[in-house]
């Protein structure tokens, strides 16, 4: 696989790329992207210090030095977005976030926490709600198609509420795969590049989605 050296941090909005197929997941979030039309998984957020941690294997960050903080900012700007919203929910009310470069900053300061359980680390974020995703494929690129591009990535999703020395678990969802084109051919599609299909795999509207 070929991979871009490395890709500055993303300017564009998550709202960029538009749901299709007319998804009818339950979301953690509900449809941040304008009035709520759909419940959310989990209503905890409002009034909270949020922030949002992507983990990666050492070979992902090689691959893509900056995937954790670029997925972190898009999330976070997706939900903040929402949240100051006219009509946002009302469940994300009071809700502040946590600059994602802090995030990042944190977990390369404290490389021992890529071995401890989220919940320990929890307790060391100064927050009190942890979105973490735990990244186990990421590619731009087919392995059987080196020529052609697909985006690919498939997470674990895990929402933990933390006080001063506890974290607990109080939303998990496991192996969401999502891709970019939507739907594109198992194979891939020619005509775009690493950088295009990383940046808009960076777009997918993951709270909508989860």
């Known amino acids: 696989m070929i991979h871009p050296a490395r890709i500055g941090i993303l300017c564009i909005l998550l709202s960029g790329i538009a749901l299709t197929g007319g998804c009818q997941l339950l979301g953690i979030f509900g449809h941040v992207a304008g009035p709520p039309t759909i419940d959310a998984g989990y209503k905890g957020l409002g009034n909270q210090q949020i922030a949002v941690m992507v ?3 050492h070979a992902m960050a090689i691959d893509w030095p900056k995937l954790q903080e670029d997925l ?3 999330i976070t700007t997706r939900i903040k977005e929402a949240a100051s919203a006219k009509e946002h929910p009302k469940f994300l009310e009071g809700a502040t976030f946590a600059m994602p470069e802090s995030v990042t900053r944190f977990q390369h300061d404290h490389p021992e926490t890529d071995t401890q359980d989220i919940q320990t680390v929890a307790t060391r974020m100064n927050v009190s709600r942890l979105i973490y995703l735990e990244i186990t494929k990421f590619e731009t690129r087919p392995e059987s198609s080196l020529e052609l591009f697909r985006g690919s990535i498939n997470a674990n999703l895990k929402v933990l509420e933390v006080s001063a020395d506890k974290a607990k ?6 192996n969401i795969a999502l891709k970019y084109p939507e739907k594109s051919p198992e194979e891939g599609v020619p005509g ?8 808009s795999t960076m777009l997918i509207p993951f709270c909508d989605r989860l």
């Open 192 to 199: 775009l590049s690493d950088a295009a299909v990383y940046e």
């Open 72 to 74: 972190s900012r898009a």
């Open 55 to 57: 983990w990666t294997d």
């Open 169 to 174: 678990i109080v939303y998990q969802r496991d």
